[in-house]
């Protein structure tokens, strides 16, 4: 009997978790919670009071309350006072159903132990998800040990009904093991009640996740011809009805018909095969036409056999990642057309602070430049910045660094080293841009300007070339206009002392006129020399053997050096003939070994060499001077002395720039010898190291051999043969021309003078019976000295003429009709080399 109230009570007990779980589980009480409270007080005093009156006495009329103490305590603590209310009224129902003989004693316990839970809730408040705290069922059983001790107390003190010990240890013994068995039944209702609300929260996340990822959920069966879909999955494909089970024939009519075979064999190989595929891709077709594409990823149960159970997964909409991979491809390939067609290489690399850069993109271009390919440059990052030349790469680094966090567009032109060692120039164009706190991205595109470089140092020599060779010709026209307008100075000095010598017989006399003639000749040659710089001088070219010149050299050479310099020589022994100068290579030669000995004050050697080379191509040397192809004879000037620094080997042919003491030189020597080598035809070369030595080579052009017109060895009778010849003579200059009338004259020669070309033919062609004519080059009006013969030659052919010229160039003229039998003086003329030139010409057949 007992043991049937036992199992009964415990069954009312779980009355109270059903309905605990039902008043917490109900979503319309969420937000009422005195009506919850109330609810859950009217459950608890109900249980209660099938409790009471379901208990059976244990001795005699002793009050049954221990079976419901756990009820009434947990009505207190979980609904508060209106629990203790509510439950004070449950055990005055009981004692009016007369399961209580003495109402007096037992509703102030009733009321004292729902009011125990009351008390209890202030200090531990009960926890909607746990339910309470373990503290309370201590803190109840304590305190319902002390409140059944006081009543015993109590009663024995009135004279009430008394129990035994073992009677009251009996009775607290049931009380606790009911607070025990309520508290298991709330914390087991609360427990399934976190557990519902949990589960529907996961199942509320799952699919609000599933909805905003567009996701859906699918299971297939072994056993089933049907897809089980969740509402996710009916909203991805569109689908109309209930989720659950859609049949497959409905899904493939949503997948795209190129791809069912693939899905359908797919599932097949998983369903049938055990395939351990668990992902695939698809196509989808929607009721507006519109194509979306999808990705199912599953997981699959199988029996203790491998056989296939069922396969659950997602389905996820990939068509807006789709697109977006799409447009990023699109982009993508549009920027590498872009960087394709660009004339220079994309480059774009990050920087984190506190961190080096890392180089991130390359286009193609970069093996254009630097020989590298994209991949090995996104592979070692440094390789770019290590290409920079070494002077300026840390500069570089971090300038690059200071623009990049300062958001700041970089423009430098940088000289790099390539991968096969070749150096090239570029033009880096930079710009940054923030991505993140700390986080910058620099873009920018390079170009190869190599060629550009080049073109404007080759633009820079060759411009520096032009105004050297500009200057040049303007210090060539100004000492030629010098020495002309010198010359016919000379030509008035010279020529009025001759005569004046001629009148003079006081020996004295004599030797002061003598002094001054000299004085102007030494005038004259100063002229020379000047002229030889602008390569205007006058040459007399024959064709010479270098060879005896140097071995000649070599003899006094020897004897005049310094006895620490030694000579030696290297001569070829089958060296061509070249058409030049003999006095002027002379003193080329000259000129060269005193700067050699100069060069070697502490002694040394002097090598001379000539050689025979041919020069195939054509070539502008330093000077922008163009030696054409041809055969050449090298003649070479090599010292072991001080040598010259390359500073100074740009300046060595300048006119009046020496390195020597004052007085020790003019500095128109080695301007000297390259302005005649030039005029010669041919050019000068220097090769110096400090410390090692110097050598000069002079190139010869080889000619025929010419026997030219010497006037210098011209006899000089002191009296004419020819006496009494007409002589047509023109000469703008008055003065000198009435020196020439006098010295002709003097002479005995019938002489006619005119100032101009012009007026010398209209004398000529009026009376053609002149044997000579002696004309000037230069000349105002139209016709010049040389057209004045050429146009008088067209009707009298043998006309014997003597040139005369302030300039060396206009003295070494011939062709346009001139015969190269035509003697040509060079002003200031003394008196015996125009005499006997022009006897030597009227002498003549």
Known sequence: ??????????????????????????????????????????????????????????????????????????????????????????????????????????????????????????????????????????????????????????????????????????????????????????????????????????GRRLRMATQSGRMGVFEYRAENKNVIFDDGMMRLFELRGRAGDVPVESWMARVHSNDQKHVLDTISEVARDGSDTDQIEFRGVMPDGSVRYFRANWVTDRDKDGGFVRAVGIQVDLTDYKRSEDRKLEAEQRLASIAAGLPGAIVSAELNKGQPPRTVYASDHVVDIWGYTSEEVLTETNLLLDSLDESEREKMREDLRMATLSLTPMTRRLKITDKFGDTKWIDYHGNSVRVGDDHYRTDSIIFDVTAEVDAEQQLKEQSALAMQAQKMESIGQLTGGVAHDFNNLLAVIVGNLELLRDEVVDQDHRQMIGAGIAAAMRGADLTRKMLSFARRARLEPQAIDLNAIVRETKNWAGRTLPANITVETSLQTDLGLVLADQASTESALLN???????????????????????????????????????????????????????????????????????GAGSGLGLSMVLGFMHQTGGTVRVYSEPGIGTTFKLYFPIGEAQALSDASNIDSPEKAITSGARILLVEDQEDVREILVLILENAGYDVTAVSSGDHAKVVFENDPAFDLLLTDIVMPGRLQGTTLVRKLRETWPGLRVVFMSGYASEATVHGNGLKPEDIRLMKPVQKRDLLGAIEKVLRKP
């Not at 001379?608 to 070479?636: C, H, K, M, W």
């Open 592 to 662: 060269l070994i005193l700067n050699a000995r100069d060069a070697m004050p502490n002694g040394g050697q002097l090598t001379l060499e000539t050689a025979n080379v041919r020069i195939d191509d054509g070539f502008i040397d330093s000077r922008g001077e163009n030696l054409v192809p041809g055969q050449y004879v090298v003649l070479s000037v090599s010292d072991t002395g001080t040598g010259i620094s390359p500073k100074m080997l740009d300046f060595i042919f300048e006119p009046f720039y020496t390195t020597k003491a004052p």
């Open 1 to 202: 009997m007992v043991f049937l109230q036992i199992i009964q009570n415990i069954t009312f007990l779980l009355l109270c978790g059903v309905g605990l779980y039902v008043i917490r589980a109900s979503d319309q009480l969420k937000d009422k919670p005195r009506l919850s409270r109330a609810l859950i007080a009217a459950v608890f005093g109900f249980v209660f009071v099938l409790i009471s009156t379901n208990s059976v006495p244990l001795t005699g009329d002793i009050v049954h309350l221990d079976g419901g103490a756990g009820p009434l305590l947990f009505a207190g603590y979980l609904a508060g006072w209106v629990g203790v209310l509510l439950a004070s009224l449950a055990g005055l129902a009981v004692g009016m159903l007369g399961h209580e003989t003495d109402l007096t004693m037992a509703l102030p316990l009733y009321f004292s132990i729902a009011a125990l839970g009351a008390v209890i809730r202030i200090y531990t408040p009960p926890d909607k998800e746990q339910g309470f705290d373990r503290r309370v069922v201590v803190s109840a059983i304590g305190a319902l040990i002390v409140l059944h001790i006081i009543i015993w107390a109590a009663n024995a003190l009135l004279g009430g009904a008394k129990e035994t010990i073992r009677e009251l240890i009996s009775c607290l013994v049931l009380g606790g093991l009911s607070i025990l068995a309520t508290a298991i039944v709330v914390a087991v209702s609360s427990q399934v009640n976190r557990t519902e609300r949990s589960a529907a929260e996961l």
